[in-house]
C-alpha cells in the first residue's frame, strides 16, 4: 500500500529592502538573525516577518522591518517575491515572501538587540549583495536597486 504523502503547509510573509542616503552614499539595511544554536552558521538577511490575520502584506512589512531594526521606514514599492520549500519538525512548508522598497525614516529609539535580531548593518549596495546569505534575496536586493533606479530618473525627467 503506497504511503500517503502529508499536505504541504502553506506560510506567507513580508518583508522590506530598506535604503538610506548618508554623506551622499546609497546604503542598504541587513540583519543578522539570533541563532539558537551556536553549531548553525550565520546567515545576513532582509527584515521580514510572518503575516499576521487581518493584516496586509504592506503593513507587515513595515511592522517587521520596523520591529527588528529598530527604524521608521516609508513604504515606496512592492519589489515582488520569492518562494521556497523548507522542513520544519517533520512538516514539510512552501514559504512566500513579499518584499517592499522602502525608505529609512528615522530611528524608533526602541531596544530591539537580541529579541529576533543579534545586529543590523547597513552596507553599499556590493557589500550587501556578497553578505546576504540566500541568492533569492539576492535577486530581490538587486530588483529593488533598480526599481530606486527607475524611480530616480523618472523624477529627474519630471
Partial sequence: MAEKKKPVKREFSAGGVVFKKENKKLLWLLVQPKRSDSSKPINWRLAKGIIEEEESTETTAKREVEEEAGIKVKVLDNIGKTTYFYTFKGERIFKIIIFYLMQYQAETGNDVDGIEIEKS?????????????????????????KILEEREKQQKLL
Fill in 121 to 145: 548593518q547597513w552596507l553599499p549596495y556590493q557589500e550587501a549583495y556578497q553578505k546576504l546569505t540566500f541568492d533569492s534575496e539576492k535577486k530581490i536586493l538587486a530588483k529593488a536597486k
